[in-house]
């Protein structure tokens, strides 16, 4: 019996294991709800896993990287960081007109208590530039990827001069952890399984029922952003059809994101799949965990609709300056807000004081955020971390094509 379950796991694809592992994780739940706890251990001990291995392997590879750069070889970061660009402020245009189209109402229950909310832009940007130059230990023990990729440059870059055994040894520890983390994302499968026992046994689902509409307006706009915006954006340049790449990018690494609501647990993940596409290492080893940090489409979407939800329960008038100038300031909060679960959240009082709305309502709306987390952030996730991926192939593949070279097949 053992044996040919460890057959079928060795033969079989991890898409359809994780599959598997998702509709047993639900039976489980919904049949043996008393299982939940122990078998949520899996769960936490997956997300540990990938949170203990990321910060090292994202310093390595990129130092790596850096380190192997010769002058003349191209990489394609810039291209990476305007779709990165792009995208997240299309995502904010699409959350402000859907909220405008389907204006949703807050009712509000009790007060959460939030703390170290900014309350104004350039807070959130002196966090990141504090971010960049904080201790590289303390970095690495915090998982502070803005950090972890300014030492991790810094140190490639002087590297580059080093001989030619140094180089080789920096690549070879490179190259050691990414099998570490090869087999830890083998064993995703058990880890969902133990995720979606947890989620879907703990009883928050029945919460949601009274933020059905706000709810739907924000999933809604996330996944027109994933198969319709992304889409596009990828096409202007592929020139391709951009589905397979899309679909692809979706199935591999937004199942993963959805249940470990974290764009920087996720990191390993995307870097394999890059991998797997044949990517270019000296693009996607620097794009992916700076992609963890800035590109937050989601994001994005979850502080325009919950801001306006707020003005539209405040019967605020919003006018057609403001709600561009909400969307820039989403854009802008959203690669400040930081890659763990509920990070979005702490930025919509500063969203809401475009409109004079006070502190204490918008404090409302960040626990209302928090109810309906176990849906919305774990969306909004999804479609952060595989859209790292998917603009970074799109940055490389448009490359290509420029270059002549053949474009491969998804």
């Known amino acids: 019996m053992l044996k040919a379950l460890l057959d079928w796991f060795n033969r079989t694809s991890l898409v359809l294991q ?59 970061i810039k291209p990476v960081l305007t779709l990165y660009l792009i995208g997240t402020l299309a995502a904010a245009c699409v959350a402000v007109a859907a909220s405008a189209l389907f204006p949703s109402v807050i009712h509000f229950r009790e007060m959460p208590e939030v703390q170290g909310v900014p309350s104004e832009i350039s807070q959130v940007l002196i966090s ?108 202007t340049q592929t020139r391709r059809n951009p589905y397979p790449l899309v679909l692809t990018c979706l199935r591999e690494s937004a199942v993963t994101a959805f249940f470990t609501r974290s764009s920087g647990a996720n990191i390993p993940v995307n870097l394999a799949l890059a991998k797997k596409l044949n990517l270019d290492e000296h693009t996607y080893s620097i794009s992916i965990p700076l992609g963890a940090t800035i590109n937050m489409a989601g994001a994005a979407i979850t502080i325009s609709v919950l801001t306006l939800a707020a003005a539209h329960t405040l019967h605020i008038s919003v006018d057609i300056p403001t709600a561009i100038l909400l969307c820039v300031v989403s854009a802008v909060c959203a690669c400040g807000a930081s890659g763990v679960p509920g990070g979005s959240l702490l930025l919509i009082p500063l969203a809401c004081s475009l409109f004079n709305i006070p502190n204490d309502v918008a404090m409302y709306v960040v626990g209302v955020g928090y109810v309906i987390g176990v849906v919305q952030d774990s969306t909004e996730t999804a479609l952060n971390s595989s859209t790292d991926v998917l603009f970074t192939a799109a940055a490389c593949r448009a490359a290509e094509r420029k270059a002549g070279l053949e474009v491969p097949r998804i």
């Open 18 to 76: 994780i599959i598997v592992a998702l509709i047993l994780g639900g039976l489980v739940a919904w049949l043996w709800p008393s299982a939940a706890q122990p078998v949520s251990l899996l769960g936490t001990l997956f997300i540990s896993a990938l949170k203990a291995v990321a910060p090292i392997l994202v310093f390595l590879l990129v130092m790596a990287a850096i380190s192997g750069h010769r002058p003349g070889q191209e990489t394609q």
């Open 128 to 235: 990141v530039l504090k971010s960049a130059f904080d201790n590289p230990v303390n970095a690495l023990l915090n998982a502070n990827y803005i950090g972890i990729l300014v030492w991790a440059i810094a140190l490639g870059i002087a590297l580059r001069h080093a001989s030619a055994s140094t180089r080789t040894m920096v690549d070879d520890f490179g190259q050691a952890i990414t099998v570490v983390i090869q087999s830890v994302i083998r064993l995703a499968p058990l880890g969902i399984f133990g995720l979606v026992v947890s989620t879907f046994s703990s009883g928050g689902l029945e919460a949601l029922k009274d933020y059905a509409h706000l709810l739907g307006v924000l999933v809604g706009c996330m996944v027109f952003v994933a198969l319709v915006v992304n889409p596009i954006i990828v096409w």
